[in-house]
């Protein structure tokens, strides 16, 4: 006997008062979502960029069948999957972890691939009783404030991205002498690099927004890095302004779904002492322009 489809008819969208970010109740995602219902959830993610759904204490399985609804899975490099879950990262941090916290600088899920995750969903399974925030920027907002010539500057430009700095041969987890739960996978193949647009468009919204980040962005085509480097720290410094923040509060048993393609995130520590447990899995994108 096949399960039923989970109907929605109170499914309500709130959305943080900047409209970047929501939070969604009324679903049991526990269930295949009707056709209507998916897409009521896929035109919310693509309005606010990151939504929440609290109270969904999802299964591995659950959430591996709710990943699929939204597309096909990504492929996560360099970062050892769940034995008998290959799509599943466990995001874990024992209590007497001394190692920085996982995810700690600003990123965009693997923006050094040639195709990167549009959607990124973790679901929150132990939360410490504090910090562990995670910080999204709206990179659409933030290219939408820049000037007119400043856009007509980085219109043609292409940035080169690398997973180098934090997962390649000289790169920070290569360096790491702390004990780590998780298994981080140093290869050689993170220090490739490939270049994306550096202003890409929203295959859904047809909004422009900033492609790069501090951790995965390491120049721009055909400059030479100190050129680089001042127009990508200028971005960073301005896309990560407080007016184009939201600072999501985790609680237990909630699932957070995010879109690559127009934000970064930065996952913050401060709960030292506590265990954390996280689930994780991506979704396939396109490549971007």
């Excluded at 034995?83 to 600003?106: I, Q």
């Excluded at 430009?157 to 700095?165: D, E, K």
């Excluded at 550096?198 to 859904?204: D, E, G, I, K």
Aim: charged residues 20%.
């Amino acid at each position: 006997m096949t399960q039923a489809l989970a109907a929605a008819p109170d499914i309500v969208v709130t959305p943080q008062p900047t409209g970047f970010g929501a939070e969604i109740v009324g679903l049991d995602l526990s269930k295949p979502l009707s056709p209507q219902v998916l897409a009521q959830v896929k035109a919310a993610w693509a309005s606010h960029s990151v939504v929440a759904f609290p109270d969904q204490p999802l299964s591995l399985e659950a959430l591996e069948a709710f990943t699929q609804a939204i597309g096909p899975f990504g492929v996560d490099p360099f970062i050892a999957p769940m034995a008998g879950h290959p799509n599943v990262l466990e995001l874990r941090r024992e209590p007497d972890e001394k190692a920085t916290n996982f995810g700690a600088g600003w990123h965009s899920d693997w923006s050094f691939q040639k195709t990167p995750p549009a959607a990124t969903l973790l679901r929150s399974q132990v939360v410490p009783p504090v910090g562990g925030d995670t910080l999204f920027a709206d990179c659409s907002r933030a290219y939408d404030a820049l000037s007119d010539a400043m856009k007509a500057m980085l219109a043609p430009l292409r940035a080169v991205h690398s997973a180098t700095r934090a997962y390649g041969t000289q790169g920070v987890f290569a360096k790491e002498t702390e004990k780590r739960t998780m298994e981080i996978i140093v290869s050689s193949e993170a220090d490739k690099t490939l270049s994306h647009p550096l202003v890409r468009t929203h295959p859904v919204t047809g909004r422009k927004a900033l492609f790069v980040s501090p951790t995965y962005t390491v120049g721009i085509e055909g400059m030479t890095l100190k050129e680089a480097h001042a127009i990508l720290g200028f971005l960073f410094a301005h896309m990560t302004q407080d007016e184009f923040i939201y600072r999501h509060n985790w609680r237990k048993d909630m699932l957070l779904m995010w879109d690559n393609r127009c934000t970064v995130h930065l996952a913050e520590g401060g709960y030292d002492g506590h265990l954390r447990v996280m689930h994780r899995t991506t979704v396939a994108g396109d490549a971007p322009v």
